[in-house]
């Protein structure tokens, strides 16, 4: 059924959705679609209201005209995602857990953006199954056996730090020209 403009509270927000699709009565899911939040034309945002967590709902009007149909979606392509991003929080969850620096932590999200088949293992990454990576996380830190996959982590690792430190000196130069600002300023 549809309906226009269902106001729900979530959180401590309250916010006002049209719910162009649900499942009948017996159903606990709504579905709003929205211009995509990547700016992609032709694309949309699909959001899924769980009902059960909705207290009050008001109709405001019924719609007399069929709603244009939902987008098609790929379920197997979002279960797989939810799957990747479940995981991935559960490994970030468990290097923090694990007492492991901020440092390892950022080094393994630059490794895992590219190398995909990179996990914890205590506090060394391990990347390939070949490559352990041990605290202080630096490229002399790198091990396995000598190869292709040794080299090509030893130089992600090498251009993280790199990148770390560039950061570093442009965030010292801008936090530089500010106090100049403010001295000037005043």
């Given amino acids: 059924e549809s309906m226009i403009c269902a106001c729900f509270s979530v959180w401590p927000t309250v916010g006002c959705v049209e ?69 991935e929080k559960m490994s970030q969850a468990y290097a923090i857990s694990a007492g492991v620096s901020l440092e390892g932590q950022q080094l393994f999200q630059t490794i895992h953006k590219t190398i995909k088949d990179c996990k914890w293992q205590e506090k060394n990454i391990v990347v390939m199954e070949d490559v352990v990576i041990a605290p202080p996380y630096q490229v002399e830190n790198c091990k396995g056996k000598e190869g292709s996959a040794l080299s090509h982590v030893r130089k992600i690792v090498e251009k993280h730090f790199r990148d770390v430190e560039s950061q570093k000196v442009m965030q010292g130069s801008q936090a530089q020209q500010t106090q100049k600002e403010a001295a000037l300023s005043s």
């Fill in 19 to 87: 719910v162009e699709a649900g499942n009948g009565d017996t159903g606990n899911t709504g579905a709003h679609q929205c211009p995509s939040s990547s700016g992609k034309p032709n694309h949309a945002d699909i959001l899924l209201i769980n009902l059960q967590y909705v207290s009050e709902v008001e109709i405001i009007n019924d719609r007399t005209e069929t709603p244009p149909p939902l987008a098609s979606l790929n379920v197997s392509k979002l279960a797989n995602k939810a799957r990747t991003e479940k995981e």
